[in-house]
């Protein structure tokens, strides 16, 4: 099991910033990918950024240039700085892991999330 714990959400203007974190613990050794997604009222749950343990990231066209996704492995921590936020971005942010074990020729996965937290920015 991996328990995630977010922290940092707020209510923020446009144009404002943000830092979203992440704190994991339980089978942090197995977390192969880390990252974000968000839920706006009325909406799927979409993906915002996801960096895996070697530091590869991967974001959603509508953050790239403004959300930078990070990671501490030696904490088994993720962050997500949010710059020049619009209202848009307005959702509630959940944390995510993905667990990788078992052998090389059969490898198997659990996802994780956390409880999520309200980013919500005024125009």
């Known amino acids: 099991q991996v328990q995630l714990v977010e922290s940092g959400g707020g209510l923020v203007q446009a144009g404002g910033s943000l830092r979203l974190s992440c704190a994991a613990s339980?089978?942090?050794?197995?977390?192969?990918?880390m990252g974000w997604y968000r839920q706006a009222p009325g909406a799927q749950r979409e993906l915002v950024a996801t960096?895996?343990?070697?530091?590869?990231?991967n974001s959603a066209d509508s953050v790239k240039g403004r959300f930078t996704i990070s990671r501490d492995n030696a904490k088994n921590e993720v962050y997500l700085q949010m710059n020049s936020l619009k209202p848009e971005d307005t959702a509630v942010y959940y944390c995510?892991?993905?667990?990788?074990?078992?052998?090389?020729?059969?490898?198997?996965?659990?996802?994780?999330w956390g409880q999520g937290t309200q980013v919500t920015v005024s125009s």
């Open positions: 339980g089978r942090t050794r197995s977390i192969s990918v």
């Open positions: 995510y892991a993905l667990v990788q074990y078992g052998p090389v020729e059969r490898v198997y996965e659990d996802d994780y």
């Open positions: 960096i895996t343990s070697g530091g590869r990231t």
